[in-house]
């Protein structure tokens, strides 16, 4: 187990330097340039000079990458000039407002989803599916924007009874403080991800029920419901495993669209904000830190794959 | 759940064992649809049957004749779109199509049980063997956590599970075929049912692990007092321990009757000509010289409306009579539903000639291949191991499963070799690595004269032409995307042989010697069927006019009508062509008929070769005779037998085989000297055993080539 860790974390590890270089690269190559971004269109070419040999960007490529990487295993990962303060900070404050937001919305879409997707599988091709299957699509094809405007002229225009804006407290506290204002993010965050869910329940459960363990639990004589609910669920709920781990990154990148359109300073508006005025720093910490999250999210399923399914061995862990 | 039901069913035990001699459970005029997207398929069509407590029922069938459905259809465990439509089923005098649901459930649960056909999947992989052989006690008697553990421990024990105590706590994955169809057993014989059903319960499983779950049936019946309900396929399996049997075709029940009875005498000419078309038959009556009778054409759609006797278009002995008018079962002890039976019962084994019959002088008279002809294959100490990886960045090498181990033998123009073992043994891997497919690990591979283990690249390629190989599952070996013709033209494209007319009579010429009609050529695979789809791989293999062909498994998916379909077009093949075949089975009485030469493997390991009566008849490795004892038969007294050689226990792992002799640990004749590798020895019937059963006969009267 603990060798099984070792080879994951090492390999999550290259992964994360490979993310940081080519993320490095990219961001460096783009026209412009950090300098004219920071010092405003009326500097003149000698201070743009002076401000690039003073933050390093007129060295070698590869020597601002060696810098970058030892400041980075500090825990430093760079000042932005555009929001004066350093990357972490800015993180920090985010962050956190941000997985508020996340978790409450997967919480509630994985609270939904599984009941709706096994109530499909369970009447498959009778109404109840069909109606359920048809919601989903339409919350599914319907641009998140477009479903997060409907809902602030449905429920704060024409039934004015939440707030059209997310909480604008400056802690997770003063955020949690105005429940009101969380709803109308976290509903429509939540509604698309139901979908996706439903949809992937759904198909599992019919697989799994078609299955020739499923036949031989009702040979038992056993009811319907201890048939669904003992024998088919547990096994048709590994994908969700899988996509829990691949949501893991978006509780740290933030949900980009419904944050700029509730005006939620999360990080999806950070990042947002700083692509718009070229804010290399903040960029490349963000995308460091998804990274990361991504590697970890992955682990994570493995994990709890072969924590819930007994055929699944870790290599390393076992023959 | 009624109050006036629940009463009932606690005494109604009691008063079936009173009234002795009433059926269990009878069937009457059952008819069972299934809806599918293309229309409605009458699976069951007015089956009747009986089965009285303490007897074993036999069903058998080819794929389609509503065997499965039968046992689903008194279980109450249909497939999505299928309904019990018609008809009555009585359990104990009570017609479970008349209860409330929840009581049939229970009955379910309680009074009957279930073993299904493929073990590795029957089972939850997620729920610990324990909890699911206990479930229906906790369910139906209620019965607490710490006492259903011990009742399930004391089930697994009585169904020769080893350490049962440690097994309730493992995973079905844990677990081996075979050992899982004991829990499968378990599982169902848990409550005590009066009823046992057994859908093709040992279809799934090697030969010998085979025998073992039949006789573990038939002593639970003895012990338990049950009623059993055998579904299977396989003839020879009925024959040797059903009390009655009930033929089924196309939805129907065609003949019931006594086992020995039917199977001395059988009177429809469905049930005759299927026992005429095992390979045993063939054997028994010629030697194994003739063709086999197969049965022309394919079972009806039972999705139409169907006239007259479902049998008449694949019938020879049709007349006018018996396409309009519908047979009913004649009553009696011995019931058949046919108007042209089988006349006299003394007489009817030798009866009279079917018309499709060929003389079998042909074979018999055709030359025998040159003695002295150069082998086309030869394989020499061949030796596969693959690596297991062990822990860590590097994974480095852990170990090596021994696939194969010093392999040799020939295979000479013209010939068919068989290759025999269980699941596990390395026949597949020998197959693989005869046409290429992997490379040895030692060895060498002599293709007519050239070691192909010398060669690289292209000339390898070219050299493979002469070794083709044929699939179980001609279907997976298929793109499902590529038209037939497509399909038989891209060796000849891979190759380069030819121009694109060139190819295209060739695959034409192809078609007409396996039998199909030209318009196949414009169709997918997915519109043949498993008999079709074995003849179009076989032309395939066919295309490069390779000099051996190599099946692997090739009829072991096919029922026994159309597997003699497949096997004389083999045959005829390499009469007219010349090919020499490796065929692979594990169905010693396929490659019995089929081999001129036969090899055992056993564990990677070639056990014993000579000619193949010789192989079969008079086998000199214990394993050999094991293998041959455990082969159900339809004759009668062989059928019956249960004594013979018996092996027990489980296949060793081939990452650490036994040393010395690989088959000791199993071996009933076992002794010190074992530790020690026995070489294989002998002239023309050679044999890897220090205590051989018996020795080689002195003179070998016939050469082995004249067996053509």
Known sequence: ?319 | MSESIGPTARHSTPAVNAAAGRPLLELRDLDTDIALRRGTVHALDGVSLEVAPGQTLGVVGESGSGKTMTALSIMGLLPPGGRVTGGQILFEGRDLRSLPPDEVRRIRGVRMGMVFQDPLTSLNPTIRIGAQVAEPLRVHKRVGRAEARDRAIETLRRVGMPRPERIVDNYPHELSGGMRQRVAIAMALVCSPSLLIADEPTTALDVTTQRQILELIDDLREEFGMAVILVTHDLGVIAGRADRVAVMYAGRVVETAATEQLFHAPRHRYTEALMRALPESAIRESGGHDRLISIPGLPPDLSGPLTGCRFAPRCSYVSDECRTTDPSLVPGAHQHACLHPVPTPTVAVSGPVPAQVEPAAESVTAAPPERAERPVLSVRNLVKNYPVHGRGLLRRTAGQVSAVADVSFEVRPGETFGLVGESGCGKSTVGRLSVGLEQASAGQIVLDGTDLTDLTGRERRRMHRQVQLMFQDSYAAMNPRMRVDAILAEPLEIQKVGDSAARQARITTLLDQVGLPRRALERYPHEFSGGQLQRIGLARSLALRPRLIVGDEPVSALDVSIQAQVLNLMRDLQRELGLAYIFISHDLSVVDYMADRIGVMYLGKLVEIGPARDVVRAARHPYTQALVDAVPSITPDRAATRDGTTIRGELPSALDPPTGCRFRTRCPHAADICTTEPPLVGGLHQVACHLPLRPEPTSTPTPVQAFG
Not at chain 1, 113 to 140: C, K
């Open chain 1, 1 to 319: 187990m603990a060798r099984y860790l070792i080879t994951r974390l090492g390999q999550a590890l290259i992964v994360v330097v490979l993310v940081t270089v080519i993320a490095f690269l990219i961001l460096h190559l783009l026209p412009g340039g950090a300098a004219r971004a920071t010092l405003g269109k009326e500097a003149t070419l000698e201070q743009l000079a002076a401000f690039n040999h003073e933050m390093g960007y007129d060295r070698p490529l590869i020597q601002q990458y060696g810098m970058y990487v030892q400041r980075l295993l500090q825990g430093d990962l760079g000042y932005s000039y555009q929001l004066n303060q350093s990357v972490v900070e800015a993180i920090e404050q985010r962050l956190p407002k941000t997985m508020v937001l996340s978790l409450l919305s997967t919480l509630l879409a994985v609270v939904l989803a599984i009941p709706l997707g096994v109530l499909q599988a369970v009447r498959r091709n009778r109404w109840p599916d069909y109606a359920i299957t048809a919601l989903s699509l339409l919350a599914y094809a319907t641009p998140i924007f477009f479903l997060g405007l409907m809902m602030i002229i449905v429920f704060s225009q024409v039934w004015p009874i939440l707030p059209p804006e997310a909480p604008q407290g400056f802690t997770v506290a003063e955020v949690l403080a105005d429940p009101a204002g969380l709803v109308l993010p976290t509903a429509t965050l939540a509604i698309v991800t139901i979908a996706v869910y439903a949809r992937y329940v759904r198909s599992s459960m019919i697989d799994n029920l078609n299955e020739n363990y499923v036949r031989t639990a009702r040979s038992k004589g056993l009811s319907e419901r201890r048939v669904v609910l003992r024998h088919t669920l547990r096994n048709g709920l590994f994908p969700v495993i899988t996509l829990l781990g691949m949501y893991l990154p978006a509780l740290f990148s933030g949900a980009l669209v419904v944050e700029s359109l509730f005006n939620f300073p999360g990080m999806g508006q950070l990042f947002w904000q700083a692509a718009l005025k070229r804010d290399f720093p903040i960029l490349l910490g963000v995308t460091v830190i998804i990274s990361i999250a991504t590697v970890v999210g992955a682990l994570i399923a493995d994990l709890l794959y072969a924590a819930v399914d007994p055929r699944v061995r870790l290599r390393g862990s076992a023959t």
